[in-house]
């Protein structure tokens, strides 16, 4: 019986071996592949085939974004009119307070969103 248990245990350490081996290369195979989601370090991404924007072009492109802002603005205050709900926009962009600390007024005055001028963002977008 004695040589029986010592069979039996030289079974479960080669198993525990042979296990062993086949997982340190299953990590070593997963940790050596060349098609990795990341690039090297070094790796430099290829030169753009696409030139920038010049700009007027840039002015033209923020210059349609303002009149679409500004389109949809008037458009959903039309709609918020003709629905009986005629609280002005300005008024719920205003901040929420508990009311038990008063807020200090700024010193410039609150401009609303549809009076700024392209000329505010223009400068804003060259930065």
Request: charged share 15%; hydrophobic share 40%; aromatic share 4%.
């Amino acid at each position: 019986m004695g040589t029986r248990v010592n069979s039996s245990g030289r079974f479960a350490k080669l198993a525990l071996a042979a296990l062993a081996v086949v997982g340190s290369a299953w990590f070593a195979a997963g940790c050596s592949s060349t098609d990795t989601m990341f690039p090297a370090v070094h790796d430099m991404p290829a030169a753009r085939t696409e030139t920038t924007l010049t700009p007027d072009q840039v002015k033209q492109a923020t210059d349609d974004l303002v009149y679409e802002r500004n389109h949809l603005d008037s458009e959903a205050q039309n709609r918020a009119n003709v629905q009986g709900n005629v609280q002005p926009v300005a008024a719920t962009n205003a901040p929420a307070t508990t009311g038990s600390i008063p807020r200090k007024k700024s010193a410039a005055p609150a401009q609303p969103v549809a009076q700024q001028s392209s000329a505010d963002v223009n400068a804003y977008a060259k930065q």
